[in-house]
């Protein structure tokens, strides 16, 4: 290789901004994952002293990710997490009501257990609700790194923009999408490959709503397609697999694809 390219790279790296690394913004989030379900553990036994220090671990440690990013240098980010982690008992009543829908809407769900240490659709939502949690107090990156280490491991990719109601349920949930602007309300059944999407990604459309609007008890089935800001699915929706929406359907609609598939049988 020439030395004009070892010198681009040179140059290229003296003006990145600094940023903990995306294995550094993981463990934190799964450690504190690890500490509020402690199922996640293998025989976890601690004191209530145990736990309060562990949770001011977990504090320092969010203190020290937003000390070293660059974006985050001249905030107040002792207040910032201050406030972030007195939000913690709401984040996990939601992420609670996330179980509950699954143990009641999976019929292979056996137990709470089970869905909190095996279930990726669970992991996933957990990981966006704590990644929400930050984008709203304006942390910046380190959300999107979260929501998108969570999509490495599991395929589901929720933006952590997006707003998300209580009590959600992503079955599978490989291949599921859902946008940045994307709002979804109560007891919303998700399948894998659903596409909650924009009818566009041209740039000047930023800071505009993109995305659809789910309303409550809403399901979706795999492989469906919703796009557009201004499409809004009707609360007690069906939304049948495969199906392609760019426009709004009213509440208690059924929406289903008609398949064409023939089986011919021959006489043996």
């Known amino acids: 290789m020439s030395e004009e390219f070892y010198l681009h790279i040179f140059n290229k790296q003296r003006g990145i901004e600094a940023v903990p690394s995306n294995a550094e913004v993981a463990e934190w989030a799964l450690g504190l994952l690890d ?3 402690p199922e996640r553990l293998t025989s976890p036994d601690y004191s209530i002293n145990e736990i ?16 070293a990013t660059k974006a985050c240098e001249n905030s107040d980010n002792e207040k ?4 972030i982690f007195e939000q913690l008992p709401e984040m996990y009543r939601k992420m609670n009501t996330d179980i509950n829908a699954i143990l009641q809407g999976d019929p292979a769900a056996k137990s709470e257990f089970e869905i909190i240490r095996s279930y990726p ?3 996933a ?14 942390v910046p990156i380190i959300p999107r790194i979260l929501t998108e280490y969570a999509h490495s491991i599991t395929g589901i990719d929720i933006h952590p ?3 998300i109601g209580e009590y959600l349920y992503i079955d599978h949930g490989t291949g599921l999408v859902i946008g940045e602007t994307t709002v979804i309300g109560n007891h919303v059944k998700l399948y894998q490959g659903v596409t909650l999407g924009a009818l566009s990604v041209e740039k000047y459309m930023a800071n505009t709503k993109r995305h659809p ?21 009707g609360q007690n929706c069906i939304i049948g697999g495969n ?11 059924t929406v289903y694809h008609q398949s064409a598939v023939k089986v011919e049988t021959k006489n043996l």
Request: positive net charge.
């Open 80 to 83: 910032i997490v201050a406030g």
């Open 243 to 253: 199906v392609w929406l760019t426009k709004s359907v009213p509440a208690g609609s």
């Open 213 to 233: 609007t789910i309303e409550d008890h809403v399901i979706i089935y795999s492989g469906a397609t919703i796009l557009g800001g201004e499409t809004i699915i």
């Open 125 to 138: 939502i957990a990981l966006y609700r704590i990644a929400h949690a930050l984008l709203e107090a304006n």
């Open 121 to 123: 659709g669970f992991l």
């Open 52 to 67: 309060k220090r562990s949770f001011a671990r977990q504090q320092n440690a969010l203190i020290s990710l937003l000390n």
């Open 161 to 163: 923009a997006a707003k």
């Open 35 to 37: 500490l509020i379900y």
